[in-house]
């Protein structure tokens, strides 16, 4: 299996004197990945750096991020706009929100094409497809029981459809 970077957040300020930063979040799953996987700055994943937390201060949306090697707030004013990475591996859960994956045909089980994947919602529950059928727009959500299989490399999203979910 490899590893790839997935970009999990934005660093959006500098706060305070002592090189903490402030993100802003660019998946649901932002929290399970900044403490459990490997992380790396960069403005781009080719070109990212690997970096470790070393504390979180603050609560919420008002939290600060101090990574090793940024002692000062000049240090931190360097870093806005650049992305927060994780390493995650090819059968990780959060590659089903890839946004490599828009433009992929999305097919049921059973063979036939639904349509194509124009875009995806962040949703507090879960994430959800938007999938173009003809001249509508399907909603599907991003769940184990309907996403059975996404290739990224081929652009296809494979699900079983329930009852009435493409009505």
Not at 72 to 88: K, N, P, Y
Not at 112 to 133: Q, T
Not at 147 to 162: H, K, Q
């Amino acid at each position: 299996m490899s590893n790839k970077l997935f970009a999990i957040a934005k660093i959006t300020r500098a706060s305070g004197l002592k090189g903490e930063v402030g993100v802003r979040p660019l998946v649901r799953q932002f929290d399970d990945y900044v403490t459990d996987k490997s992380l790396f700055i960069g403005f781009d994943e080719t070109i990212a750096r690997d970096v470790k937390l070393e504390k979180v201060t603050g609560l919420n949306k008002k939290r600060r991020f101090l990574f090793e090697g940024l002692k000062t707030r000049d240090e931190a004013e360097s870093m806005i706009g650049q992305l927060l990475f994780a390493s995650v591996e090819d059968s990780d859960p959060i590659n089903l929100i890839s946004a490599d994956l828009l433009g992929a045909t999305v097919v049921a089980d059973n063979g036939e094409i639904i349509g194509e994947l124009v875009d995806m919602i962040s949703l507090p529950a879960n994430d959800v497809y938007v999938i173009k059928r003809g001249k509508k727009e399907v909603l599907i959500p991003v769940v184990p029981e309907i996403v059975r299989a996404v290739d990224i490399e081929m652009g296809l999203v494979t699900i079983t459809p329930m009852d009435g979910l493409l009505d």
